[in-house]
């Protein structure tokens, strides 16, 4: 399993992925800045590149439907960091600390639940203010 770290993202996330073993880069390395969403999610696609991102509403589509990653019949997965508290209805900071460590929860669940294909899943990692609530999925669910 290879990550495609987005832009939206700081690249550090590569070293804390290098730490754990798997493959990362980043949008940037890989000459892919300023592409659109729905270049990223082909690419990704086509060269196997497990997406992770903050924003991943264009990719996963907006109440989990109808995203740019969703439009490849078979892709590689993605995983989604999210902080957002849902209490109070506001996002919260997702700064440099809160990316890696959402990140490592997610690096830490795929290795605690040797779920090392990602194939048509997304695993999303969510900060709601209070705990981190990690959830599975196949996209698309439909």
Not at 11 to 29: H, M, Q, R, W
Not at 75 to 84: D, E, K, N, T
Request: hydrophobic share 40%; aromatic share 12%.
């Amino acid at each position: 399993m290879k990550f495609l770290i987005d832009e939206c993202l700081t690249a550090d996330l590569v070293k804390v992925c290098n730490y754990f073993g798997p493959e990362a880069s980043t949008i940037s390395a890989l000459g892919l800045v300023g592409q659109k969403d729905w270049e990223i999610a082909k690419f990704a696609a086509d060269n196997d590149w497990v997406v992770v991102t903050h924003n991943s509403k264009d990719l996963r589509g907006k109440n989990y439907k109808g995203g740019y990653l969703l439009h490849e019949k078979i892709h590689p997965g993605m995983i989604s960091l999210v902080a957002f508290n849902n209490r109070q209805l506001t996002h919260i900071n997702m700064n440099e600390i809160m990316q890696k460590s959402l990140f490592i929860t997610a690096l830490e669940y795929i290795k605690t639940h040797e779920q090392y294909d990602l194939l048509n899943h997304v695993l999303e990692v969510d900060f709601d203010g209070f705990e981190v609530n990690i959830r599975l999925y196949e996209a698309p669910p439909f």
